[in-house]
Structures are given as structure tokens and as C-alpha cells.
């Protein structure tokens, strides 16, 4: 049986970061929530929710060219349990149309991403108690047991500077996203 599965965000690739990043914010709302450098790339994370690190991440690299396909850099859905992500992870490694399966610890999420079988970029998220600056990458080994993950991703970021509880950092977003 599958888990609940909420689409809660999307990602896209970009020509130029600074400009798309300054439209959305200027036209429809959306503050930075983060921002920073993965794989070669700068990524800027959106939001207009106080509940949602990102609604939006932006990532340079968008290929020439326009089109389907030349945007889309991901497409995120959250689930509501360690055990759901492993009920999915087990489903994309029984089939043989998906690739690139990785999961990832980020801090403030543990992920599993693959790639449909046209090659889109997909992730299967939970999020953690934690709030750390993003783009943060870790493995997460879905072997361990749930209090284990949780043991593991503390301890990774007991000495991080940006490090806070979750609902902190959700009300300091609240606070950010309403009208003064």
C-alpha cells in the first residue's frame, strides 16, 4: 500500500539565478529562505509558507534551449514517516524503469530521490525536528532504525551554527512572511 504522498514542492533550472529569483520575490511574494552552491551549480530555496523551508528551489545549469523538460528540476513529495520513505525506496528498486536512486540526509529532511523512467527527477521527503542552512547533503542509510536516523542527523549537526529547532525557524519564517 502507498503512503499519503502531498506535493509540497517543485524545483527548476535556471539561466539566470539572481534575476528569476528576484521575480519571484517582487511579483509573487516569495522570500529566500536559503541559498548556496551543489553540484556546480547555485541554488536559491523560496518560500511564501512559514511551515515549508522551500515551496520553490531554483538551481543554475538549465541546458539551451527551450521547451518542455529544459525547467523541470525536480518534483518533491512528502510523506509522514520514516517507514513510508522506505516503502518507496523498496518500490523504485524493484523496478527496472527508474534510476538514480539516492537517499540524502539534509538536516531538516531525510530524502529519497530517483529518476522516472523519462529521466525527470523525483524526491520522496520527511521532515526532521531540525532547521540547518541548506543546500546541506549527508547519506542517510534507511537500514537504521528510525530512532538511529534520528541519533545520526543530530549528531551530525550538534556543532552546525545554523542549526535550530524546526518550529523556531518556521516561526521566524511567520514572522518574516507577514506584513509589517
Known amino acids: 500500500m502507498l503512503p499519503d ?3 509540497r514542492h517543485m524545483g527548476m533550472f535556471v539561466w539566470d539565478i539572481d534575476k528569476m529569483s528576484q521575480f519571484y520575490q517582487e511579483v509573487l511574494g516569495f522570500l ?6 551543489v ?3 547555485h541554488v536559491v530555496f523560496l ?4 511551515k515549508s523551508h522551500h515551496q520553490l528551489v531554483m538551481e543554475t545549469g538549465r541546458p539551451p534551449g527551450s521547451g518542455p523538460g529544459y525547467g523541470l528540476q525536480q518534483i518533491s513529495f512528502q510523506v509522514t514517516a520514516l517507514k513510508d520513505l ?3 525506496h523498496d518500490l523504485v528498486r524493484a523496478r527496472d524503469d527508474v534510476s538514480l536512486i539516492q537517499t540524502v540526509d539534509h538536516g531538516n529532511s531525510w530524502s529519497l530521490y530517483f529518476r522516472d523512467p523519462e529521466v525527470n527527477r523525483v524526491e520522496i521527503y520527511l521532515d526532521t525536528p531540525w532547521h540547518v542552512e ?5 547519506q542517510l542509510d534507511l537500514g537504521l532504525s ?6 545520526v542527523t543530530e549528531q551530525r549537526l550538534k556543532d552546525n551554527p545554523s542549526r535550530k529547532p524546526m518550529q523556531q525557524w518556521q516561526d521566524e519564517m511567520a ?5 509589517q
Not at 134 to 138: E, G, M, R, T
Not at 175 to 179: G, H, Q, S, Y
Open 86 to 88: 522506505r516503502v518507496m
Open 134 to 138: 541548506q543546500p546541506y547533503l549527508d
Open 39 to 41: 553540484r556546480d551549480h
Open 32 to 37: 529566500v529562505t536559503d541559498k548556496g552552491f
Open 5 to 7: 504522498l502531498k506535493l
Open 146 to 151: 528510525d530512532e538511529a536516523i534520528h541519533q
Open 175 to 179: 514572522e518574516r512572511i507577514t506584513p
Open 47 to 50: 518560500s511564501r509558507d512559514p
